[in-house]
């Protein structure tokens, strides 16, 4: 069945470094790959997506390429901010990654 | 405003006890999905319902039982509630998948159920 790995945090980093989060995914066919971010308290809401392979999906600075060739969609942003401290959940279908949790100090 | 809302957002209750939830989406999507967030952030599928019918129906003690009474709402029913139901949960919604490809959810705010 899908499935979908992605790094575990907590990732720390300060403001204005560079940030990646690692996702693989296993699934049959090809399926829309997506980026949710849950900020503390709140749901879950989609940060971008990407529906087939070689599509970038980007949003408010962050950015993700869906690579059939290593079943890979990596979470980048070149500069991150104190506001970008969230839990960041790679998905496809209804199986979720585990959750790479970030903080961002000033 | 359009959403997904779910209620109530707090839950503490007693073991043993019988206790629902309820969501409702005005996004006019025709999936509504429950699910099951544990105390490490692990997000995890329990029950979807497309235009009122059930097509997942996930590995869930039989004491959790979803209902559907339309497009717009589902509702999430647990009877003798254990230690180990202590969670958030989440509903949400989407459109229709196509063939193996899903459409992005559309998540609520969650409930967090507290069993003492």
């Known amino acids: 069945g899908d499935s979908v790995t992605q790094m575990e945090g907590p990732v720390t980093l300060s403001e204005e470094a560079f940030l990646t989060i690692n996702c693989t995914y296993t699934?049959?066919?090809?399926?829309?790959l997506f980026w949710y971010v849950q900020y503390p308290g709140e749901g879950l809401q989609l940060l971008l997506k990407?529906?087939?392979?070689?599509d970038k999906g980007s949003n408010k600075g962050f950015e993700a390429t869906y690579r059939k060739e290593t079943t890979s969609f990596h979470l980048e942003k070149g500069s991150v901010q104190v506001s970008d401290s969230a839990v960041y959940f790679c998905?496809?279908?209804?199986?979720f990654g585990k959750g790479t949790s970030l903080l961002v100090t000033p | 405003d359009t959403a997904v809302s779910q209620t109530p957002k707090y839950l503490v209750t007693q073991m043993g006890n019988d206790k629902s939830i309820k969501c409702e989406q005005n996004?006019?999507?025709?999936?509504m999905y429950w699910y099951k967030q544990d105390s490490k952030k692990f997000l995890k599928i329990m029950f979807s319902?497309?235009?009122?019918?059930?097509?997942i129906n996930e590995t869930v003690p039989n004491r959790f039982s979803p209902k559907s009474p339309d497009k717009a709402h589902l509702n999430l029913h647990i009877n003798s509630l254990e230690l180990g139901d202590s969670a958030v949960y989440f509903c949400?919604?989407?459109?229709?998948?196509?063939?193996?490809?899903?459409?992005?959810?559309?998540f609520g705010p969650g409930t967090r159920l507290t069993v003492l």
């Open positions: 949400a919604s989407s459109l229709r998948t196509s063939g193996s490809s899903y459409n992005e959810q559309f």
């Open positions: 699934a049959t066919g090809y399926p829309s």
């Open positions: 990407a529906t087939k392979a070689d």
């Open positions: 998905a496809l279908s209804t199986s």
């Open positions: 996004l006019g999507h025709d999936t």
């Open positions: 319902y497309n235009n009122k019918e059930l097509i």
